[in-house]
């Protein structure tokens, strides 16, 4: 079975520090992804990798920056947390290539609360 | 860009009734279509995907949907709810043009009452 594994399931943070989410996934995708769940606007895409080293903007990357520095690793970082990033927060990863029938497999979450 | 609409953000059926949960979707060309669930406090987990041949296509846990391209409707379906369908739905397409990027719907909370 595919595994995407993130680091937390819950988090507390102050506003100003700086937070790292962590995902690992074990099939070796090639692609990654960060989103972030709101009640009624359904997941949003912060930024994504289509391998290592390489990553794209989402539709929703302001106060947000990634990492890819291996294959099975993505992470997400908030360089300075605020309140409006509280939010549910969901890696996902994926084969690349021309695979665009294939599914993303999704991690169980991080709820990361900003205070 | 492609994209996909969800009709209705609360669903509420009876048990053993027809489930019904709507999604639209914008392509200009022919769309890779999923739809997935999420339990309470749990990551998504794929029901069923569309690619291209047949277009009534069946998943997990009973749900089938049917890709309609005069309509650019992919509605989800079960003839019979149980309990344990209570879950969030998400409808989602594949971006063709900008690295395969997976963009989601808003999301449907299905209630089921006994």
């Known amino acids: 079975d595919v595994k995407v594994t993130q680091s937390s399931r819950y988090l507390v943070k102050r506003t100003g520090e700086k937070v790292f989410l962590e995902c690992v996934q074990d099939?070796?995708?090639?692609?990654m992804f960060w989103y972030r769940q709101d009640p009624g606007l359904g997941l949003r895409l912060i930024y994504f990798?289509?391998?290592?080293?390489?990553?794209e903007k989402g539709d929703i990357p302001e106060g947000y920056s990634v990492s890819r520095e291996k294959k099975e690793r993505f992470s997400l970082i908030l360089e300075s947390a605020s309140t409006n990033q509280t939010s549910m927060y969901l890696c996902?990863?994926?084969?690349?290539?021309?695979?665009?029938?294939?599914?993303?497999?999704f991690g169980q979450g991080t709820r990361l609360t900003v205070v | 860009a492609q994209s996909v609409t969800q009709l209705g953000s609360h669903v509420s059926v009876s048990e053993g009734a027809l489930v019904l949960l709507r999604c639209n979707y914008s392509s200009s060309v022919p769309p890779y279509l999923f739809w997935y669930v999420q339990y309470p406090n749990q990551g998504l987990q794929l029901l069923l995907k569309y690619t291209t041949g047949a277009t009534l296509v069946k998943g997990i846990n009973g749900f089938e949907a049917e890709f309609k391209k005069s309509e650019t409707s992919f509605h989800l379906t079960k003839p019979s709810a149980h309990m344990s369908d209570a879950a969030e739905y998400f409808c989602?397409?594949?971006?063709?043009?900008?690295?395969?990027?997976?963009?989601f719907g808003q999301g449907t909370e299905l209630s089921v009452k006994p």
């Open positions: 990798s289509y391998d290592v080293k390489m990553k």
């Open positions: 989602a397409v594949r971006r063709y043009n900008q690295g395969g990027k997976l963009i």
């Open positions: 996902a990863s994926s084969f690349g290539g021309a695979g665009m029938n294939t599914e993303a497999f």
């Open positions: 099939m070796d995708h090639e692609k």
